[in-house]
């Protein structure tokens, strides 16, 4: 690895593991696991590539104090887990950054993942139907191995064949990618849900529907979402083996 590479790979792996060190205080445990492992991994390219033994006995000092540290993280979630008492609640702040889908579920999705359901009563308007869509991008391009993402929303009683219509290109889109879209209507559903198979329940107080209008088709974060403003919400993360999944 060049030299020239290790200046940049030690300033991405110092605010990284900031990040990291911000969410353990705040005790967002799961994206702090997250941010750990990937300043860590960064840390152990930086330390193959330094030559000076003074630096490397620096760099092993820090990466075996933040894998510890990351180690205790993981023993207790897997406890909170094992009783089924996980939870972790996340606020984003009005007008925040930096929590696309992927930023806000990459931590919750395993390869062993197979079966995703949405329950949103507010997939209706076209704004909504691309939020939908994004959702299933994410999936897909997560490294998981989903196979059936089940819907349940309201009918748009005003644009009705615009939703259906939307959600039979999704459909078929995702038909290609050997993946179903089982869609369900219901007039009285009100709790925004998302449940992975894999045990983790993530509730949106807005749902998917937590980004402002943007600007203008021209402006930041109109095409990336970590880049998009939020409107104020919370987010609550459950764990549970005993999820009844319906």
């Known amino acids: 690895m060049a030299q020239t590479r290790v200046p ?3 300033t991405s792996a110092i605010s990284i593991l900031k990040r990291a060190v911000e969410l353990d205080q705040t005790s967002r445990f799961q994206e702090a696991l997250v941010c ?3 300043g860590i991994q960064l840390l152990l390219d930086v330390l193959k590539a330094v030559k000076d033994d003074s630096k490397k006995a620096q760099y092993r000092e820090k990466i075996t104090s933040y894998m ?6 993981k023993v207790r979630m897997n406890k909170l887990k094992e009783e089924g008492k996980y939870h972790e609640q996340i606020k984003i702040a009005d007008r925040a ?3 696309s889908y992927e930023s806000l579920f990459k931590p919750y999705i395993r390869e062993e993942l197979t079966e995703v359901w949405v329950e949103d009563p507010y ?3 076209v704004h909504q139907l691309y939020n939908f869509l994004r959702f299933c991008e994410m999936l897909l391009k997560a490294k998981c191995n989903v196979k059936k993402i089940h819907l349940l929303t309201s009918q748009d009683e005003d644009s009705s064949s615009q939703q259906q219509s939307a959600f039979a290109d999704i459909q078929q889109s995702l ?6 879209l089982d869609i369900k209507y219901s007039p009285t559903i009100h709790d925004r849900e998302i449940r992975f198979d894999n045990g983790w329940i993530i509730k949106i107080g807005r749902g998917l529907d937590y980004f402002t209008k943007p600007k203008g088709r021209f402006s930041i974060g109109y095409c990336d979402y970590d880049l998009r403003e939020c409107h104020e919400t919370t987010v609550d993360v459950f764990h549970t083996k005993h999820t009844k999944m319906t």
Do not use: V
């Not at 510890?68 to 993280?73: C, G, N, P, S, V």
């Open 8 to 10: 940049g790979m030690e």
């Open 68 to 73: 510890d540290r990351a180690e205790q993280i």
């Open 36 to 38: 750990y492992q990937e």
């Open 123 to 125: 997939i209706r308007h």
């Open 97 to 99: 950054t930096g929590f």
């Open 175 to 180: 038909q290609s990618h050997n993946i179903c």
